[in-house]
């Protein structure tokens, strides 16, 4: 089947262009708020293990399933990365644990569409230095979130340009221009979900030597909704703000479509200390 021939995955990036974007000033209060609160958010969401459970399935183009879900469990972990410039940037990693049920093998990699180890920043947009590149407005309603949250949207202006990287017969696409909705919670500014569109569909250039049953890949529609939930943790008592459940739908001509369910449960800390030993020499 085609799927096997060129296995594809599609990265949403949440940065846009370079132009500021003057926002109104109705809204300057609610961006302040989101932006701090934000920030707290990625100093928070550090040390953290967790269980990650994934279900990926095969699309028509009209959205039919075919085939059977593949499912893959993960322990996901997330730190400080020495790597970045800046405190508030984090680590995801990722060990697969399972696939279809069955114990991974031993140094089995993950699948072209499965998650990948990485820094995704879902709410990145929405700290301070990154608010200009977005145009930002209040929706007549804010129906589609959690009770008792309001609503923001969001646009990418000018949007960003699209960048296609092969490895293989896999590719993953960034940029395109998106846009979407975040709702968040009028008091604290905790935000408690967030909806990702593609705002137009994009060709993906084929890598030079490509065969296969379509000359072009065209991503037709790609939605991203996360949901964050507050978690307790004890020793020392906490209530931390983290993501719940993240469900993808990406929609290829050209290639079967794709929908993905993430979900993170069994939330706890991991510490990690140094210790500086003598030596003989």
């Not at 007549?140 to 923001?152: K, M």
């Not at 978690?231 to 794709?258: K, N």
Request: charged share 25%.
């Amino acid at each position: 089947m085609l799927r096997a021939a060129v296995p594809v995955a599609l990265v949403i990036a949440a940065f846009g262009g370079s132009r500021a974007v003057a926002q109104a000033p109705e809204l300057v209060p609610l961006l302040n708020g989101l932006a701090e609160r934000t920030q707290q958010y990625y100093h928070r969401f550090i040390s953290i293990i967790c269980t990650e459970d994934v279900v990926q399935q095969d699309l028509r183009f009209n959205l039919q399933p075919t085939g059977k879900p593949r499912t893959t469990v993960f322990e996901l972990s997330v730190s400080r990365d020495p790597d970045a410039k800046g405190e508030r940037i984090f680590r995801v990693d990722r060990t697969l644990q399972f696939v279809n049920g069955r114990p991974a093998r031993r140094n089995q990699k993950p699948g072209c569409t499965d998650p990948k180890t990485g820094s995704p920043e879902p709410l990145a947009f929405l700290l301070a230095e990154n608010q200009y590149r977005y145009r930002f407005t209040i929706p007549a309603e804010g129906f589609g979130g959690p009770p008792g949250t309001r609503a923001i949207d969001f646009i990418e202006s000018p949007p960003e340009s699209v960048r296609v990287t092969w490895e293989g017969t896999c590719f993953q696409a960034e940029g395109g221009g998106y846009q979407g909705r975040v709702w968040f919670d009028p008091i604290s500014y905790d935000v408690l979900q967030v909806v990702v569109r593609l705002s137009k569909p994009f060709a993906v250039p084929m890598r030079a030597g490509y065969i296969g049953l379509d000359p072009v890949i065209r991503v037709e529609r790609s939605e991203m909704t996360l949901r964050f939930a507050r978690v307790e943790f004890q020793q020392p008592d906490e209530l931390v703000l983290l993501p719940e459940s993240i469900d993808t739908l990406t929609v290829f001509r050209g290639a079967p479509s794709l929908k993905t369910t993430q979900k993170l449960s069994n939330f706890r800390r991991f510490l990690t200390k140094s210790e500086i030993r003598p030596t003989s020499y």
